[in-house]
């Protein structure tokens, strides 16, 4: 099995040109939209501000080296990737929004978002819903 290894940090990964962070890990989603290359940023910082919006009481971190939105435990996710925004609500909300998301390429609990095609009003609904669907389960 071959691998290749990063010229800049030296890790051994068996993809070729893996994506991965070089040295340390971002601490703040600011540090991670700033880490990303420059033409992906203008959607990163919009999907973060609908979900700041939409969900000012959820706790912004850096999870799984993604920025990370909280209540009690991680509800949702997003990431950059080479050529769409992997946004993670968890295999319910994909379920629950099946029909919604036809234009986008989905699998369990992941939707991909190609850049410049962020659905504002879509990503607001899958937020409240799973942050109200995490509310129901507390109760019971």
Not at 5 to 18: A, Y
Not at 52 to 67: D, F, G, H, K, V
Not at 108 to 137: M, Q
Request: hydrophobic residues 30%; proline residues 5%; aromatic residues 12%.
């Amino acid at each position: 099995m071959s691998t290749w290894k990063c010229p800049k940090c030296g890790r051994e990964f068996q993809n070729i040109n893996q994506s991965h962070y070089c040295g340390k890990k971002p601490q703040t989603i600011d540090e991670y939209i700033l880490f990303q290359d420059e033409e992906k940023q203008a959607d990163l910082y919009l999907l973060r501000q609908i979900l700041q919006q939409t969900l000012p009481e959820a706790e912004e971190r850096i999870s799984w080296s993604m920025p990370t939105y909280r209540k009690n435990h991680n509800i949702l996710h997003f990431a950059a990737a080479k050529k769409h925004i992997g946004f993670y609500p968890g295999p319910e909300a994909v379920e629950e929004f099946r029909e919604d998301l036809e234009k986008y390429s989905i699998n369990k609990g992941t939707i991909r978002i190609p850049y410049g095609e962020i659905d504002v009003e879509l990503i607001k609904k899958i937020a409240l819903w799973c942050w109200s669907e995490d509310s129901i389960s507390e109760k019971k």
